[in-house]
Structure formats: C-alpha cells, structure tokens
C-alpha cells in the first residue's frame, strides 16, 4: 500500500472508529456517516479524500476495517470504535471452541488477574487464528496470544458477536478462561 492510501487509511481509522468530532462528522448509532460529507469535513480539516480513494482503501484493506453502504453513498468502521455516538447492533453467534487475543507482553500479569476488558473500546477483539492474534499483539513490542475457551463462556451464557470482517467482539473475558498459548519476541 503507497504512503497517500496508509495515511488516509489511518485518517479514516480515527475519524470512524474514535474521533468523528475532531472533522465535524456525525455517526448514526450502526456508525455509518455520508461520504460526501465525510470528504468536505476532511478537507476543511486540511485532509483530502475522494470516493476513488474511500474505495481503494475500502477494497485493499488486509484488515477489511470499513464497509460501504449498499448504496454507495454512506461509509463505517466495522468494528473498533470507542466513539460513544456509536452501538452497533451486531447478531449473536455461536463462537469457535476456542479463539486467540494477542497483547503486549507487559499487560500479561494484570489480563491474568482481571481477564480482557474493552477499556476504552466497546469491546474485547477476538479471532479464530493464532497468526492474527499474533500480529495484533507485536504492533507494542513483544506479545503474548491468549487462549480463550470460547465455548466454555458461550455456554455460561457469555454473549459473542462477529463484525463483518470476520473479528469476534465480547464485553469482557473473565481470567478463568483465559490460557497462555505462545510467546513471541
């Protein structure tokens, strides 16, 4: 990806996902906002987006991160906010037996002693291979992936979501089903 789609893409990370206000956006409670307006508030904020590159980011994104309406006319961050303007209405599902949270390694002793908590996201991101966890864990220096028992919770009355792009989402994960899986340096 060349440095102009990387630093857009980063924009609309934290424009969707955190800080609309900062532009002078406004996301409805499924976190859609229109592109046209998204792209004049970028501007005026000295950023400079089309639907062309909207698209391309939307496209080539390893992360799948963002959605286009079916419209075309409306975009949102799939998953990921803080935002509190922003409560998506995900479907409960059934999760995998297990699924894999990576972290820094230095948040170990304490996700032990408490489990997973959303902190200031609305919720704890989960997935269903241990290279994905790995890789979200290493972007703060050594990481840890975690185990989670997954079905173990689920049929505690634990409630799952998966975001469209395949994240799985849950409000906390207590340290009793939590497992080391692996270290990475």
């Not at 409805?28 to 904020?45: K, M, Q, R, V, Y």
């Not at 599902?93 to 170990?108: S, Y």
Request: overall charge positive.
């Amino acid at each position: 990806m060349n440095r102009k789609i990387t630093d857009a893409s980063k924009f609309l990370s934290y424009v969707l996902r955190h800080q609309p206000d900062a532009i002078g956006i406004m996301l409805d409670l499924e976190g859609w906002t229109d592109i046209a307006a998204l792209i004049n508030c970028a501007a005026n904020a000295g950023k400079q987006l089309d639907p062309n590159l909207i698209q391309i980011i939307v496209a080539t994104s390893d992360k799948k991160r963002f959605a286009i309406s079916e419209d075309g006319l409306r975009i949102r961050a799939v998953q990921g906010h803080s935002s509190d303007s922003v409560s998506i209405n995900y479907d409960e599902k059934v999760p995998p037996k297990v699924l894999f949270h990576g972290t820094a390694i230095q948040f170990l002793n304490s996700i032990l002693k408490v489990g997973l908590l959303s902190g200031a996201r609305q919720y704890v991101h989960m997935s269903q291979n241990i290279q994905t966890a790995t890789d979200v864990g290493q972007r703060h220096g050594a990481s840890v992936v975690l185990t989670i028992a997954a079905d173990a919770m689920y049929h505690q009355g634990f409630k799952f979501h998966q975001a469209d792009n395949g994240v799985w989402l849950i409000n906390q994960v207590p340290p009793q089903f939590l497992a080391l899986t692996s270290s990475i340096k």
